[in-house]
């Protein structure tokens, strides 16, 4: 094998210099990996800047035994100089690959560490404001999205982020935006603006590493905004449309009413057709042929019916009904006092009297009920007494009178049953219309 | 044998007194006791014995619920006998009727036999009612080619009820009732709900619970 020294300057000139890039490189690559604190990769460096280092004294003082052969330093420099190239260039490639590698490992290793400026960078780009506060509201990281809104919106950069939500929170915000939908306690509050755009504040509190931390962020909910109030509207609408529908049902009731009417009406025109036909047919009946009772019984109807035909319905009141049924059972209903005026609490007591009137009759076979009705502090109170029987043990409370206990209990009042020495059922409540 | 002793309770004066003619025509087999303006009482009247038969309309506008007065009257004297008569063909008031123990039923306009046979076999203690309502066109549907279900929802949908709504009053999911409120409008080719409601309605296929005093 050929030694170096037979070369002349050329080639251990043209090594010199390649082993001299490669400290160079090995030199940044030692102090990146120290810098970034790359555990095994350091030493591994090291390791590669020193082979460099020797490396490049090696061919230098090779080159300086060839290019000096009169100042020969010692044995040492002229074993490199006899030393084969073969075995420098093999060295020196050895070197250029593991040097090569180390900074493979060094670029990755850069690529995936995340760094204060990274992190700012990443959430600079994010479409969503975020800021991260300390616990006094002064500002940690804040996105150029947050800052933006908060200048726009209140006219400002986020200063303190405390004082921003305060200002969110009670809608001071510049004419062109509106705050909708504050809950303080929840920590939510929506950002209207006026050409549609929209976002969602939320702020919630974090602790990292033992330190408590705000986390504020201000999501651009314009379209799920939009598609809302479009929902709304339609849902608004809707309920027009179901309100609509109700009422027509109402209309078509009564519709129906008077469709009934009319039929009713058709079938009285038949029957006096029919009486009119009767009548000529006794007209044209020998007298021996005659039925007179016969023909006096379908006028008799008949006249009856068309006495009532042109009178209208007249509204007749719940307790009239009342007495009037009363009444067909052979019991009299007295009242003292009167029924209260609103509606809901005259027909609860009416439901009261009826279900007694009822009870009255069944168990005692009462003949007289007496309903005493006063208004005493806001309150209805009734209360229904009867003549009947007196029970021979109190009976169950079941079917009407614990439906009308439910009645009475849940419009918050109270029902009482006293069953000795006469039946009285108390009722107590308030219930406004 | 005497009088079958006869209330006939219908808010409509003509109407009370039209089945007064009626049952007055039937010679000395009945006697009308009562005439009687509201549902909402009309259990009263039975207390003492004094009614043997009633006829009742089943739609009250006065709020009175006529199924419950009608069950309450059973309760009360089970021998009394209820005749419901409507002129609406209100698919589910049978099933009603039938389910409250009610001794007949008897459609005004549309049933081949008369109140009279009906109230005939009524007392004679038949219970007596239609092999089916009366068919009525919801659209382009017969009622016949609807299901119960399609019905019950039909029903909710007149009462002005929302997806959610009908699905939590019938225990199915919103999705649930979509697809049922798809196979309607494609039965009876109405173009939307407010349609299909509108139709069901002025069909009388359904009638809103409001409606009934319910």
Redesign the interface.
């Given at each position: 094998m050929t030694a170096i020294g037979s070369f002349g300057t050329l080639v251990p000139g043209v090594l010199g210099f390649v082993s001299l890039v490669l400290l160079v490189v090995a030199t940044y690559v030692l102090v990146e990996t120290w810098m970034l604190g790359l555990g095994r990769v350091r030493v591994y460096s090291a390791g590669a800047f020193a082979a460099s280092l020797l490396l490049m004294w090696a061919i230098d003082f090779a080159c300086y035994q060839v290019t000096n052969p009169s100042m020969l330093v010692g044995p040492p420099t002229y074993v490199l100089s006899v030393l084969p190239v073969g075995l420098y260039v093999v060295l020196l490639v050895v070197l250029i690959i593991v040097i090569a590698r180390l900074a493979m490992l060094l670029r990755n290793e850069r690529m995936a560490r995340i760094t204060p400026d990274s992190v700012k960078e990443a959430i600079d780009a994010l479409p969503d404001g975020v800021s991260f506060s300390s616990v006094d509201g002064s500002p940690v990281l804040v996105n150029i999205r947050m800052d933006a809104l908060a200048h726009d919106a209140f006219g400002t950069s986020l200063k303190n982020e405390r004082t921003l939500w305060g200002r969110l929170c009670c809608g001071a915000c510049n004419q062109d935006y509106a705050v909708e939908d504050v809950d303080s306690e929840a920590g939510r509050a929506l950002l209207v603006a006026t050409d549609g755009r929209s976002w969602q504040f939320s702020r919630r509190a974090l602790a990292i590493d033992g330190v408590e931390l705000t986390e504020t962020i201000a999501a651009d909910v314009t379209e799920e905004h939009a598609l809302l109030m479009q929902l709304d509207e339609r849902n608004r609408q809707?309920a027009e449309?179901?309100?609509r529908?109700?009422a027509?049902?109402?209309d078509?009731?009564?519709l129906?009413?008077e469709?009934?009417?009319l039929?009713?009406?058709v079938?009285?025109h038949n029957?006096v057709g029919r009486a009119m036909v009767a009548l000529r047919a006794y007209e044209r009946q020998s007298p021996d042929q005659r039925d007179r009772e016969q023909l006096l019984a379908l006028w008799h109807?008949v006249t009856?019916?068309l006495e009532?035909?042109g009178?209208t319905?007249m509204i007749?009141d719940?307790w009239e009904?009342?007495c009037?049924?009363?009444a067909?059972?052979?019991v009299r209903l007295t009242i003292e006092g009167k029924l209260p005026d609103g509606l809901a609490a005259r027909k609860l007591a009416v439901m009261v009297v009826?279900e007694c009137?009822?009870n009255a009759?069944?168990h005692g076979d009462a003949h007289e009920v007496n309903v005493t009705c006063v208004e005493r502090d806001g309150m209805t109170e009734l209360t229904v007494t009867n003549d009947g029987n007196m029970p021979a043990m109190p009976p169950e409370e079941t079917?009407g009178l614990s439906n009308i206990r439910a009645s009475v209990e849940r419009v918050g009042g109270m029902l009482a049953v006293q069953w000795s020495p006469r039946v009285m059922v108390t009722a107590r409540y308030g219930l406004e219309d | 044998m005497g009088k079958t002793r006869v209330m006939i309770v219908d808010d409509q004066r003509l109407a009370r007194q039209y089945f007064e003619l009626v049952v007055a025509s039937a010679g000395d087999r009945y006697e009308v006791v009562h005439l009687v303006e509201s549902a909402v009482f009309a259990d009263t009247y039975v207390l003492r014995g004094g009614v043997d038969l009633v006829l009742m309309d089943v739609l009250m506008t006065d709020g009175s619920s006529s199924f419950e007065a009608a069950e309450r009257i059973k309760r009360l004297k089970p021998q009394v006998k209820v005749v419901m008569v409507t002129s609406i063909p209100e698919a589910s008031w049978m099933d009603e009727a039938r389910r409250r123990g009610i001794d007949g039923f008897w459609y005004k306009d549309a049933s081949l036999e008369s109140v009279l046979n009906v109230m005939d076999r009524v007392v004679a203690g038949e219970v007596v009612y239609p092999a089916a309502s009366p068919t009525t066109m919801v659209g382009l549907a017969s009622s016949d080619e609807l299901t119960s279900r399609e019905v019950q929802i039909l029903r909710a949908l007149v009462d002005g009820l929302s997806n959610e709504e009908i699905g939590e009053r019938l225990h199915m999911t919103p999705n649930t009732v979509k697809t049922h409120m798809r196979h309607l409008l494609e039965k009876t080719g109405c173009e939307n709900r407010t349609q299909l409601a509108l139709q069901a309605r002025v069909s009388g296929l359904v009638v809103g619970s409001t409606e009934l005093g319910n």
């Open positions: 809707m449309v179901n309100e529908l109700r027509y049902g109402r078509l009731v009564q129906t009413r469709e009934e009417a039929a009713m009406k079938r009285v029957e109807r009856h019916l009532d035909v009178q319905e007749v719940d009904l009342l009037k049924a009363a067909a059972v052979d009826h009137l009822n009759v069944r079917g | -």
